[in-house]
């Protein structure tokens, strides 16, 4: 298994990753100009706003206690090197004021820092949602390629990590910029006069220990940027890799009764495993990358511990400052080069907040999209007449492109009226792939030509072969899409009772996995219930009766056949359907 995984990496090592052929098209200040107008425009923006102030005040009260802690160093190493008891004993006073203070600050800075992200979370997550979740969105999300695979990936876990890491990142960049804003002034003090002798000639750098801070630090940078380049597209991967790894196992848990009926353990367990050793592969290559940047990051961490005493060295050797100045000039250099090292000590945050940023953006960008994709690409009209009747005219149905191969199109010559209150069965060729024109008449497909003019769509109701119940009480199903409290018990117990299941009355309230508690009858019955509560002026019914009993069929289509007022397509082939002498409508294969 590592020989495979190491010739695995070996192949992959140089490939283009995901991250690194999105960002050619939508490149990251694209990404983040369209994050930065999410948030905007979302509800929570004023109060992290509020949120922004008290920490920046918090921030900036911390910076003026390290500062006054700083200038603490001079009067107590003197103390000590004087041997001065009293003084000793008065600075120790000094320091415990200082270091409360700075405690309280700490406390309250970490509390802001959660509730920043908290509500980072909430507006993204929210905005995120509700994008996806805007009327047939999310089906041709799931419809359009790649980006559509596991979006609960990046709705949960990289909304998670972005909000997160945008807060504590930027809280860092802003207090590592007021650090170096306020110490940078005390280097260049310490060391302004400073010079030293070369061949019998006096050089003078002024401000020397805040030039050899700017090296010290700004190499550290250039060389972590050049060693983790690799790593934000190698986050993007991992992401990906972990999404369908997740994925692999919910599938497999949701058809564990089919899996083992088809005895199909053994190749769902190679197909999970594969998924495994994908992820391994990326995170091999994650760790690889991340112990090269081990080297400069621990290298220089090691370094910083002497580093700041070799550069003030000269100026305390010239004579030009005391022990306590020395040990000042230390401090200080130690929080210049905390602030200058930010990049450095954050680069793989930064890398993960770079992968996150892309998955959310891109998963944002391609949802806003949607809309204007269909209208730039459709050649079908889907209009809304006002005669209160569906009618299709010269009607061709495509496949879509990504199974031209192993789908047949369909085919309806001329004009088809269908008025209110009709029953009409639409069949046809066998070849002709009906559940297209199931998905045109919803909305749902654009492959195509011709025209459909539908009724007000408020007034349709489309069934389809395998229906939806959501994860709430019986009450909330039966109402489902409205709330539960739109009907009365009287009237939910009649439309139980009417499809033959008076049995489930007394459960209304109770909260159930119903796809898997009901069988398919009763699931059918149960959809029909749902029908006869909605009260639709048309029901369009895409084939959903052919797996039932044959005496189940009669009964449900008679049932259907009461609801008097509404229009009924079945789109397929029933015999009990036949039963009600609906007119028939014939596709023809598209050649």
Known sequence: MTGILMAQTDAMADQPTEFDIGNREF???????????AFWASGVRNRILLLTVALLTVILSTVYAQYRLNHWNTPFYNALEQRDTPA??????????????LLILNVVQAWLNQMTALR???????DLVDQWMKPRRALKLANSGPMGINPDQRLH???????????????????????????IGVLWMLSADFSFMLEGREISIPGYMVWAALIYAGGASLLSKVVGRKLPGLNTERYSKEAELRFALMHTNENLMAITLAKGEESERQRIQAAISAVLVVLRRLALAATNLTWVSAGFGWMTTIAPILIAAPVYFNGTLSFGGLMMAVGAFNQVNTALRWYIDNFRPIADWKAALYRVSMFRRALCSLNDFAEAENALTVTVGEDGKLTIRDLTLTPALSSAGTERGLHLEGETVIAPGERVMINGDPNANRHLLFMALAGLWRFGSGEI????????????????FPDATLREVLAYPHRATAYGDVQIAEALTRVGLANLVDRLDT???WERVLDEEDQARLRLANAILLEPKWIV??????????????????????????????????????GLSPRQIHLQPLK
Not at 29 to 35: C, D, G
Not at 120 to 126: C, I, N, P, Q, S
Request: overall charge negative.
């Open 27 to 37: 490149g990251f200040y694209a990404q983040l100009k369209m994050m930065a107008g």
């Open 88 to 101: 000793f004993f008065e600075q120790l006073k000094v320091f415990f004021i200082i270091a409360g203070s």
């Open 120 to 126: 980072m979370r909430e507006g993204l997550t929210r």
């Open 157 to 183: 876990e990289d909304a998670r990590n972005l909000a997160e890491l945008t807060t504590t990142l930027a809280i860092g960049l802003v207090n590592a910029t007021i650090l170096l804003m306020s110490f």
């Open 453 to 468: 003019r539908l009724p007000a769509p408020q007034s349709m109701l489309f069934i389809p072969q395998k229906g939806y």
């Open 511 to 513: 909260r159930d996995r």
């Open 541 to 578: 019914v895409d084939d959903a009766l052919e797996t039932l009993e044959p005496a189940t069929q009669r009964e449900i289509a008679s049932i259907i056949n009461e609801i008097a007022e509404a229009a009924i397509l079945y789109i397929g082939r029933s015999e009990a359907f036949l």
